[in-house]
């Protein structure tokens, strides 16, 4: 079995911490992980992104192509920008929530409205969307920050994840600071209930 | 980092955290490096735990020094480490060149970090040029696994030659991650006795002619040892015969089937043999390399030399590109020709999405800068000569501050030609890192042939900020049980022959502007130091203290000039007006002094 997450955002929004938690999650399951991560001058406000493959003899730090089966964004325009990953049985993970590039906000372009991003995600043949505005549900779990959270956890819930949502949630709490560990545990739990509401049948 | 530091565990490792921890299970005693993305994360990491582990580690001025200092420490008889990004190598290749004649005596590795695809350099050059140039063996690791165990291999690879021994990484083997087993460290050895030998250590005309022999010698023996190294190995089987090395090999033993594919870790000297054999086999062998057809080439030559008639295809017959990093995607390019694993049909979308480049932070004193120096040269204009760092950021709109931007210390050496070469003013920008790197010579040089158009600016901001936030001799150090003053950057300029310098904080706009325009009437070379630290690393450090800005919607009269002109990313547009996000302003006070309306107020 080979499993892979691309996981795509903005510099800032936690894209490496959940890109870590999956990879430590996988290792300590003694599963082989083989990721890679973005630093350096793309983390200053630009989109980053990161691959994690995990199972037998994974390799390769980067996917192919259509490869992804999770597509993990935390902004819906990176998510649009990476549907290459995606195929057409991916599950693509989408926070609704924009960061508007500076070039957007000094009057170079132009951001279209999510609804027509998330439309647009649809057209290009994602069957399986699961959309959610991750910082309202981290807010109501106590604080906007926690955005993250509700996305690793909306993941978990994913049919066929190789890791445990119980793993998923140990190993996020470990990284985050004690203080902030109930929020972000409830944050996960609002993401994974979030996401299994969204696959079933309507 | 306890864990990094236990003595047996399977943990999930960056492959710049295993190179660290390969230094410590080979008992090395001495690292020294200049931070430069890729490779940076190694001295994170070692800046924690050297003192722990009983090493020396130093942040040096630049890349050349740190060599000089690792090999001092080899000849001493300590294993030592010096490592840098790929341009980083052209800083030190002087003192590399030679080291490969003087040879040493305990093991010496030298990292080098080569970045295809360019993501945060200035180029993307190969560096493996750099083993054949210097007569160095090298060692090219796959994953974080082989990174450790390599780092480990090449110091006994290093002791058995005499000869330093490169290991040749890639931003996708640094910055991978994996599971990476942990053994014992060996034994720490910080301190040795140099032991004089001027007949091999002064190069002289007539030492040197003698280690030139030596270091042909050696470059023989590493050939042998290429030869029967374990680290070249023939896996996987079919009839399709594959060559590789790096992080490719892991594209092609995953996305490719039915091929049997000879991997090189120790890739230069080439194990001649182990490649005629394969050759031999095969009717047809492809050559899976990044960048330059340095393995090809001498594919192609050992064929040559031994009359083999195999098929060799790779970048000289076309099939496979030059530039940029390979991806399992690229292979694709060689489905005629070997069977590549079929996947899914990948989505796309069509929808037009605005553009995401890396840009200053809300709050980055650079902004500050580089809008009150817009102001201050006017519509004359000036040319902006950058260099390397965050504020090469500085060449996107609105702000359109960078011209030209060769490498570290350049602004300042291009700053003085155009001086000379064009009645034009010429301003320069570096950072304070950077100026010590390699600006002062440029700096010297503008003071002694008065290059008198030029200002330059030296954007302090008390840290390495692009590469993590590193210290650097103007910020003193405090770090491995090792404690010096901060130098000032004042006075070093002023002994640079400079007479004309100022320093002042960018925050306040107007005063920056003052300063930039009393430089540019300055009848020779001036110097502002804009000084401010870094928000990003104050933060890291828990010292911001923040201010909340707000709009008042009723005094805005929606010209946007904030956004337009100061384009700070807590600025966005909410129904024609600005609205400050409050989460990432940080409270710097520029959008509001950019305001002519007076509109932008501090809240708390």
Same mark, same amino acid.
Request: with cysteine; proline share 5%.
């Given at each position: 079995?080979?499993? %892979?997450?691309?996981?795509?955002?903005?510099?800032?929004? %936690?894209?490496?911490?959940?890109?870590?938690?999956? %990879?430590?999650?996988?290792?300590? *399951?003694?599963?082989?992980?083989?990721?890679?991560?973005?630093?350096?001058?793309?983390?200053?406000?630009?989109?980053?992104?990161?691959?994690?493959?995990?199972?037998?003899?994974?390799? &390769?730090?980067?996917? &192919?192509?259509?490869?992804?089966?999770?597509?993990?964004?935390? *902004?819906?325009?990176?998510?649009?920008?990476? +549907?290459?990953?995606?195929?057409?049985?991916?599950?693509?993970?989408?926070?609704?929530?924009?960061?508007?590039?500076?070039?957007?906000?000094?009057?170079?372009? *132009?951001?279209?409205?999510?609804?027509?991003?998330?439309?647009?995600?649809?057209?290009?043949?994602?069957?399986?969307?699961?959309?959610?505005?991750?910082?309202?549900?981290?807010?109501?779990?106590?604080?906007?920050?926690?955005?993250?959270?509700?996305?690793?956890?909306?993941?978990?819930?994913?049919?066929?994840?190789? +890791? &445990?949502?119980?793993?998923?949630?140990?190993?996020?709490?470990?990284?985050?600071?004690?203080?902030?560990?109930?929020?972000?545990?409830?944050?996960? *739990?609002?993401?994974?209930?979030?996401?299994?509401?969204?696959?079933?049948?309507? | 980092?306890?864990?990094?530091?236990?003595?047996?565990?399977?943990?999930?490792?960056?492959?710049?955290?295993?190179?660290?921890?390969?230094?410590?299970?080979?008992?090395?005693?001495? #690292?020294?490096?200049?931070?430069? $993305?890729?490779?940076?994360?190694?001295?994170?990491?070692?800046?924690?735990?050297?003192?722990?582990?009983?090493?020396?580690?130093?942040?040096?001025?630049?890349?050349?020094?740190?060599?000089?200092?690792?090999?001092?420490?080899?000849?001493?008889?300590?294993?030592?480490?010096?490592?840098?990004?790929?341009?980083?190598?052209?800083?030190?290749?002087?003192? @590399?060149?030679?080291?490969?004649?003087?040879?040493?005596?305990?093991?010496?590795?030298?990292?080098?970090?080569?970045?295809?695809?360019?993501?945060?350099?200035?180029?993307?050059?190969?560096?493996?040029?750099?083993?054949?140039?210097?007569?160095?063996?090298?060692?090219?690791?796959?994953?974080?696994?082989?990174?450790?165990?390599?780092?480990?291999?090449?110091?006994?690879?290093?002791?058995?030659?005499?000869?330093?021994?490169?290991?040749?990484?890639?931003?996708?083997?640094?910055?991978?991650?994996?599971?990476?087993?942990?053994?014992?460290?060996?034994?720490?050895?910080?301190?040795?006795? @140099?032991?004089?030998?001027?007949?091999?250590?002064? $190069?002289?005309?007539?030492?040197?002619?003698?280690?030139?022999?030596?270091?042909?010698?050696?470059?023989?023996?590493?050939?042998?040892?290429?030869?029967?190294?374990?680290?070249?190995?023939?896996?996987?089987?079919?009839?399709?015969?594959?060559?590789?090395?790096?992080?490719?090999? $892991?594209?092609?033993?995953?996305?490719?089937?039915?091929?049997?594919?000879?991997?090189?870790?120790?890739?230069?000297?080439?194990?001649?043999?182990?490649?005629?054999?394969?050759?031999?086999?095969?009717?047809?062998?492809?050559?899976?390399?990044?960048?330059?057809?340095?393995?090809?080439?001498?594919?192609?030559?050992?064929?040559?030399?031994?009359?083999?008639?195999?098929?060799?295809?790779?970048?000289?017959?076309?099939?496979?590109?030059?530039?940029?990093?390979?991806?399992?995607? $690229?292979?694709?390019?060689?489905?005629?020709?070997?069977?590549?694993?079929?996947?899914?049909?990948?989505?796309?979308?069509?929808?037009?999405?605005?553009?995401?480049?890396?840009?200053? /932070?809300?709050? /980055?004193?650079?902004?500050?800068? @580089?809008?009150?120096?817009?102001?201050?040269?006017?519509?004359?204009?000036?040319?902006? /000569?950058?260099?390397?760092?965050?504020?090469?950021?500085?060449?996107?709109?609105?702000?359109?501050?960078?011209?030209?931007?060769?490498?570290?210390?350049?602004?300042?050496?291009?700053?003085?030609?155009?001086?000379?070469?064009?009645?034009?003013?010429?301003?320069?920008?570096?950072?304070?890192?950077?100026?010590?790197?390699?600006?002062?010579?440029?700096?010297? !040089?503008?003071?002694?042939?008065?290059?008198?158009?030029?200002?330059?600016?030296?954007?302090?901001?008390?840290?390495?900020?692009?590469?993590?936030?590193?210290?650097?001799?103007?910020?003193?150090?405090?770090?491995?049980?090792?404690?010096?003053?901060?130098?000032?950057?004042?006075?070093?300029?002023?002994?640079?022959?400079?007479?004309?310098?100022?320093?002042?904080?960018?925050?306040?706009?107007?005063?920056?502007?003052?300063?930039?325009?009393?430089?540019?009437?300055? !009848?020779?070379?001036?110097?502002?130091?804009?000084?401010?630290?870094?928000?990003?690393?104050?933060?890291?450090?828990?010292?911001?203290?923040?201010?909340?800005?707000?709009?008042?919607?009723?005094?805005?009269?929606? /010209?946007?000039?904030?956004?337009?002109? @100061?384009?700070?990313?807590?600025?966005?547009?909410?129904?024609?007006?600005?609205?400050?996000?409050?989460?990432?302003?940080?409270?710097?006070?520029?959008? #509001?002094?950019?305001?002519?309306?007076?509109?932008?107020?501090?809240?708390?």
């Amino acid at each position: 079995m080979k499993y %892979g997450i691309q996981l795509v955002g903005v510099g800032g929004q %936690g894209v490496l911490l959940a890109s870590t938690v999956l %990879g430590s999650a996988a290792v300590s *399951e003694d599963m082989d992980a083989a990721m890679s991560e973005v630093h350096g001058m793309a983390q200053r406000g630009g989109s980053v992104q990161c691959t994690v493959r995990i199972g037998q003899d994974v390799l &390769s730090p980067l996917l &192919s192509q259509g490869e992804a089966n999770v597509l993990l964004g935390f *902004e819906p325009a990176e998510t649009c920008r990476n +549907l290459v990953y995606a195929n057409k049985d991916t599950y693509v993970i989408t926070n609704t929530v924009p960061v508007v590039p500076v070039t957007v906000s000094s009057g170079l372009e *132009e951001y279209p409205a999510v609804d027509d991003i998330i439309k647009a995600v649809k057209s290009s043949g994602v069957a399986k969307l699961i959309a959610l505005d991750a910082a309202s549900m981290a807010k109501e779990a106590g604080n906007a920050i926690a955005a993250n959270s509700v996305l690793i956890g909306a993941m978990s819930a994913v049919p066929g994840f190789p +890791l &445990s949502k119980e793993k998923m949630l140990s190993i996020l709490l470990e990284r985050v600071p004690a203080k902030a560990k109930d929020v972000n545990q409830k944050a996960f *739990e609002m993401g994974y209930e979030a996401a299994l509401k969204c696959l079933s049948p309507q | 980092m306890e864990k990094l530091l236990a003595d047996s565990g399977r943990i999930l490792l960056l492959g710049n955290e295993a190179i660290a921890r390969g230094l410590i299970e080979a008992g090395c005693g001495v #690292a020294a490096t200049y931070p430069g $993305t890729p490779s940076s994360e190694i001295g994170g990491v070692l800046d924690d735990v050297a003192d722990k582990v009983g090493m020396y580690f130093e942040y040096s001025v630049n890349e050349i020094v740190a060599m000089e200092v690792a090999a001092a420490a080899a000849v001493s008889g300590v294993r030592s480490f010096a490592f840098m990004k790929h341009v980083g190598l052209n800083v030190a290749s002087d003192a @590399f060149m030679t080291l490969s004649y003087v040879g040493v005596r305990a093991g010496m590795v030298i990292l080098t970090a080569d970045d295809p695809s360019i993501h945060s350099s200035q180029s993307e050059q190969d560096n493996r040029y750099y083993a054949k140039f210097g007569l160095v063996p090298m060692l090219e690791p796959t994953t974080p696994a082989e990174c450790k165990d390599m780092i480990i291999e090449a110091f006994k690879l290093s002791e058995k030659l005499h000869s330093p021994v490169l290991v040749r990484t890639t931003t996708r083997v640094n910055h991978a991650r994996g599971a990476v087993n942990l053994s014992r460290p060996k034994k720490m050895q910080k301190k040795g006795v @140099f032991e004089k030998d001027p007949a091999h250590l002064v $190069t002289v005309p007539a030492n040197a002619r003698r280690d030139r022999i030596d270091q042909l010698e050696r470059i023989k023996k590493a050939q042998e040892l290429s030869e029967i190294s374990p680290l070249n190995y023939i896996t996987g089987s079919g009839s399709d015969g594959i060559i590789t090395s790096g992080v490719s090999y $892991t594209y092609a033993a995953e996305y490719i089937e039915n091929a049997e594919i000879l991997k090189l870790g120790f890739s230069y000297p080439l194990p001649e043999e182990k490649v005629k054999k394969f050759l031999q086999r095969k009717s047809r062998v492809v050559v899976i390399e990044e960048l330059e057809p340095v393995i090809e080439d001498e594919v192609r030559r050992i064929a040559q030399q031994n009359g083999i008639r195999t098929e060799i295809i790779g970048k000289r017959t076309g099939h496979l590109p030059r530039a940029y990093e390979y991806t399992p995607d $690229t292979l694709k390019a060689l489905s005629g020709i070997l069977k590549i694993k079929e996947g899914a049909q990948p989505l796309s979308s069509e929808i037009k999405l605005p553009s995401r480049p890396p840009v200053l /932070c809300a709050g /980055c004193p650079h902004r500050s800068t @580089f809008y009150a120096t817009k102001k201050a040269v006017g519509k004359e204009g000036a040319i902006y /000569c950058t260099d390397i760092g965050c504020y090469t950021l500085g060449v996107q709109p609105p702000m359109n501050c960078a011209d030209i931007t060769l490498c570290m210390g350049s602004s300042i050496g291009t700053a003085g030609g155009f001086s000379e070469a064009t009645d034009q003013k010429a301003v320069a920008f570096i950072g304070d890192s950077t100026f010590f790197h390699g600006g002062i010579p440029g700096l010297i !040089n503008a003071g002694y042939n008065k290059h008198n158009n030029l200002v330059l600016i030296i954007l302090d901001n008390r840290t390495t900020a692009m590469t993590g936030h590193q210290p650097n001799p103007g910020t003193g150090r405090d770090y491995g049980g090792i404690e010096s003053p901060p130098l000032k950057i004042e006075p070093l300029v002023r002994a640079c022959g400079i007479e004309f310098v100022k320093t002042v904080d960018p925050y306040d706009l107007v005063a920056i502007e003052q300063a930039v325009r009393e430089a540019l009437d300055f !009848n020779g070379p001036a110097v502002i130091v804009s000084e401010h630290a870094c928000p990003l690393l104050r933060k890291k450090e828990g010292k911001l203290e923040k201010k909340l800005y707000e709009v008042d919607r009723e005094k805005c009269i929606g /010209c946007k000039i904030c956004l337009s002109k @100061f384009s700070c990313p807590a600025l966005s547009v909410d129904n024609g007006k600005p609205l400050i996000d409050r989460t990432s302003c940080i409270g710097c006070g520029g959008c #509001a002094q950019v305001c002519p309306q007076n509109a932008i107020e501090v809240k708390q």
